[in-house]
Nanobody, 119 residues
Framework: QVQLVESGGGLVQPGGSLRLFCVAS????????MGWYRQVPGNQRELVAS???????NYAESVKGRFTISRDNAKNTVYLQMDSLKPEDTAVYYCNARRSRPGFDEEYWGQGTQVTVSL
């Protein structure tokens, strides 16, 4: 059974940094894509950043230049380095992982970790 466990969230002042971690377990196959989404109450979950097993990355416009996603395929771990944090980055951040199956992708989610940017 695949499980994604996030850590690293917390409270930080504007301009500060946080590093999120997500460890995937229960899969013998490499995840094709791993990424981070975030959600504010009342809003849809939105993509923050994603990274393929080959290292190709994709970022939301709002975080480009401030956030960096990386992964360690051997450890099935994905990281999100968040710098120059703003109050509008406050959200629950969810780890996402997809692995390929014939004709479709299996998708998995973590339980979420709260990030709060405030004085």
């Amino acid at each position: 059974q695949v499980q994604l466990v996030e850590s690293g969230g917390g409270l930080v002042q504007p301009g500060g940094s946080l590093r999120l971690f997500c460890v995937a377990s229960g899969s013998n196959d490499m995840f094709r894509v791993m990424g981070w989404y975030r959600q504010v109450p009342g809003n849809q979950r939105e993509l923050v950043a994603s990274i393929t097993s080959g290292g190709s990355t994709n970022y939301a416009e709002s975080v480009k230049g401030r956030f960096t996603i990386s992964r360690d395929n051997a450890k099935n771990t994905v990281y999100l380095q968040m710098d120059s944090l703003k109050p509008e980055d406050t959200a629950v951040y969810y780890c996402n992982a997809r692995r390929s199956r014939p004709g479709f992708d299996e998708e998995y989610w973590g339980q979420g970790t709260q990030v709060t940017v405030s004085l």
